[in-house]
């Protein structure tokens, strides 16, 4: 539920494209990142209440660092993509319609960790 009102209120304030990025880039992601990490061998150590901000930092600097070929190759993929079709889109609606084509290729994927893996993990 608190998704759902997050995402309502990021609709309100912000416009629908920006709305959508900022709930996946700052809240959807970070939720699988935390979720993730223990699976790739983070340990979280013991700290104070006041260290908890440094520690979501610690976590995400560990994704990044593991994350990091992964990204690098994806990145890489859409500037490859964007070089092959960007002359031939005429409107900025157009390249977002080629994002989302690309997020769409990769959500089975996804779907299929986090069900396969990540949940199969949580439950044991």
């Not at 994350?67 to 190759?73: E, G, K, V």
């Not at 031939?88 to 089975?108: H, K, W």
Request: net charge positive.
């Amino acid at each position: 539920m608190l998704e759902v009102l997050l995402l309502i209120g990021l609709f309100v304030v912000l416009p629908p494209l920006l709305a959508v990025g900022v709930y996946f880039c700052f809240w959807h992601s970070l939720q699988h990142v935390l979720r993730l990490n223990p699976l790739l061998g983070y340990t979280a150590p013991i700290s104070s209440r006041r260290a908890k901000g440094w520690e979501l930092m610690r976590e995400i600097g560990f994704f990044v660092r593991r994350s990091l070929p992964i990204l690098l190759i994806s990145l890489v993929a859409l500037a490859v993509l964007y070089v092959l079709f960007a002359a031939r889109l005429s409107t900025s609606d157009a390249l977002v319609s080629l994002a989302l084509v690309v997020a769409s290729v990769v959500t089975l994927s996804h779907a299929l960790l986090v069900s396969l893996v990540m949940d199969r993990k949580a439950a044991n």
